[in-house]
């Protein structure tokens, strides 16, 4: 299968250059290009035609769900990852409308980086691989399922996913991914993905709590 190009749409230089280089590092990929506004970002993705946008949800001119959806209209059908430092309920569901089946939650790590990426290698070359095939209906659904769901989850996965929830039903105050994960006993980054279940289905919020040093944390709260 030919490098899949990648657009990387980020106002943050030190960003863009970490997101660079985890990109670099899966072999199957290359940077096509970089842009840092949303009028940069439409230039470059019809310009370049890219398979993978990874695109802020914050830009300085626009936000990157509208940068999306007229990409979508001009006739982009790449796949594209959203970041963004904050997951509201609202953003997820715009977001999803334009076929957005891929979050990166800021600061990522190159673990959660290497997982999308690796999803997104699976799916294209999934696809090209059936060419003009005629599918059935069960390989139609499974084609169109988010990545998450086209492969069994974990046993026990909802047992504790709903234990997850009952923690942050009895807090008063929100608590960031290790504080509850330290409660329940498992690694801060089990607890974070659990927590992302939670927010996509509408059961917890995510809002960032900034530092001294700049850098947001991430605090999680039941939904009332």
Do not use: N
């Amino acid at each position: 299968m030919r490098p899949l190009r990648a657009l990387i749409v980020e106002d943050d230089k030190a960003v863009a250059l970490v997101t660079r280089r985890f990109v670099e590092r899966h072999g199957a990929f290359v940077v096509a290009g970089e842009a840092a506004t949303g009028r940069a970002a439409l230039e470059a993705i019809e310009a370049l035609r890219p398979d993978l946008v990874l695109l802020d949800v914050h830009l300085p001119d626009a936000s990157g769900i509208e940068v999306l959806r007229v990409a979508r209209t001009r006739g982009f059908a790449g796949e594209v990852v959203a970041v963004t430092a904050a997951r509201d309920l609202e953003t997820v569901r715009a977001a999803r409308a334009f076929g957005v089946r891929h979050y990166l939650v800021k600061p990522f790590g190159l673990e959660a980086m290497r997982e999308r990426l690796e999803a997104i290698r699976a799916e294209l070359e999934q696809a090209e691989g059936l060419g003009v095939q005629v599918l059935d209906q069960r390989a139609v659904d499974a084609m169109l399922q988010p990545a998450d769901r086209q492969r069994p989850a974990p046993a026990g996965s909802q047992l504790t996913l709903d234990r997850v929830a009952a923690v942050l039903e009895t807090l008063e105050e929100s608590a960031s991914a290790a504080e509850i994960g330290e409660r329940l006993g498992m690694s801060r980054v089990s607890a974070r993905r659990y927590l992302e279940r939670l927010v996509i289905e509408g059961r917890a919020e995510v809002a960032p709590r900034y530092g001294g040093t700049g850098r947001p944390e991430l605090r999680y709260s039941a939904r009332r």
